[in-house]
């Protein structure tokens, strides 16, 4: 069962892991991130990512990530459907916490900038025994639009090419 974050208890919140495996699901993702990149640079065909872009911004399935860290703590990726646009909230959570932080949003008020690379970086890794996204390569592109460092290093480029043609 997804359990939905205090702010979406009312919402039609679903588990959205399974969408990882589709092949559209990188270049529908991080279409905001990649404007000018055809969905065949992440290999995958224009139709598999229109497909997986219908299902991220259905309105009546709202999909949910979890990326777990180390003491409980999880950034959560939340998708937010209504009928005139899709946002992504990105929250960082701990079950010990009335309410979650909001650590980026790519709303119109564009929430953020969430994370540094250093930060990022740390976070790709999964904690031993660690439920939801533990894959580092999906935990990086997954957490990349929380990406607000403006000095990246070179490493992390190549880091985020290597991964996106993984």
């Known amino acids: 069962m997804v359990m939905a974050r205090h702010c979406y208890s009312s919402s039609p919140v679903v588990d959205g892991h399974p969408l990882l495996d589709k092949p559209g ?8 991130l990649a404007e000018g990149f055809t969905p065949e640079a992440f290999g995958a065909d224009a139709g598999d990512a229109d497909a997986t872009l219908e299902t991220l911004h259905d309105p ?12 409980s703590f999880a950034i959560v990726v939340h998708f937010n459907s209504g009928e005139e646009f ?5 929250f960082l959570t701990h079950p010990d916490w009335s309410q979650d932080l909001v650590l980026a949003s790519d709303d119109q008020d564009r929430i953020g900038p969430g994370l540094c690379w250093p930060e990022l970086a ?31 290093p070179e490493a992390a480029v190549s880091a985020v090419v290597v991964d996106v043609l993984l």
């Not at 699901?25 to 905001?32: G, K, M, N, S, V």
């Open 122 to 152: 740390a976070l790709v890794e999964a904690p031993p025994g660690a439920a939801g996204v533990t894959d580092p390569h999906v935990r990086l592109l997954l957490l990349l639009p929380v990406l607000g460092d403006t000095a990246v």
């Open 60 to 71: 009546s399935a709202w999909p949910m990530f979890t990326v777990q860290l180390a003491d």
């Open 86 to 90: 899709t946002t992504k909230d990105y």
């Open 25 to 32: 699901f990188w270049p529908a993702y991080l279409a905001d």
